[in-house]
């Protein structure tokens, strides 16, 4: 199924085929160098058996994300219940991942923006945030530009305190009232 459309990209339910280039992508060093290590096979496995689960459970999650003109699986974006121990959790998180290939094409940023507004007319979610560790300016920027407003720093719970990924900033947006959303 698809949720999401926009000029360039579609957000749909994850395909079987999605495996292998998903596990090339978490393994990927740069793409996952703001996390605290690449995933091997078995975990990005487990990642894509979480996100299939969140699917049944909430009825959205991660999208898996492919270019229309090619129908290429380039990674994902979408939502994720956040539940670690922090004063803004539990809350709806918005996220992305692409593989290299897709960098500084925009694709980020128009597919965000697109879940933000399915997660707000569809999913009926009243704030989103998004969070990244301090040096991902790539990330801040998508932030930014899909019009989330900068909260705060934190250090993620699940990350090592000693580690230059520990410091985060966290970002929000609000639904704005109904008549602003074209709802």
């Given at each position: 199924m698809?949720?999401?459309?926009?000029?360039?990209?579609q957000l749909r339910d994850w395909k079987e085929s999605d495996l292998a280039?998903?596990?090339?992508?978490?393994?990927?060093?740069q793409v996952m160098r703001y996390f605290p290590k690449t995933l091997?096979?078995?975990?990005?496995?487990?990642?894509?058996q979480s996100i299939l689960s969140e699917f049944q459970a909430y009825g959205f999650g991660l999208y898996a994300v492919e270019v229309k003109e090619t129908q290429e699986f380039i990674g994902f974006?979408?939502?994720?219940k956040v539940t670690f121990e922090a004063d803004f959790t539990p809350c709806i998180e918005i996220?992305?991942?692409?593989?290299?290939?897709?960098?500084?094409?925009?694709?980020?940023?128009?597919?965000a923006a697109a879940c933000l507004q399915y997660g707000f007319t569809h999913l009926g979610?009243?704030?989103?945030?998004?969070?990244t560790a301090v040096i991902n300016t790539p990330s801040r920027n998508v932030m930014t530009k899909i019009g989330m407003d900068y909260v705060?720093?934190?250090?993620?719970p699940r990350v090592e305190k000693d580690s230059p990924l520990s410091e985060h900033v966290l970002f929000q947006i609000r639904r704005l009232p109904n008549e602003?959303?074209?709802v």
């Open positions: 698809i949720y999401i459309e926009t000029t360039r990209l280039p998903f596990r090339q992508l978490n393994a990927d060093e091997s096979s078995e975990e990005t496995n487990e990642l894509y974006i979408g939502f994720r996220g992305w991942r692409l593989k290299q290939e897709a960098w500084g094409k925009g694709y980020a940023s128009e597919g979610f009243q704030e989103i945030y998004s969070f705060k720093r934190f250090h993620h602003q959303m074209g």
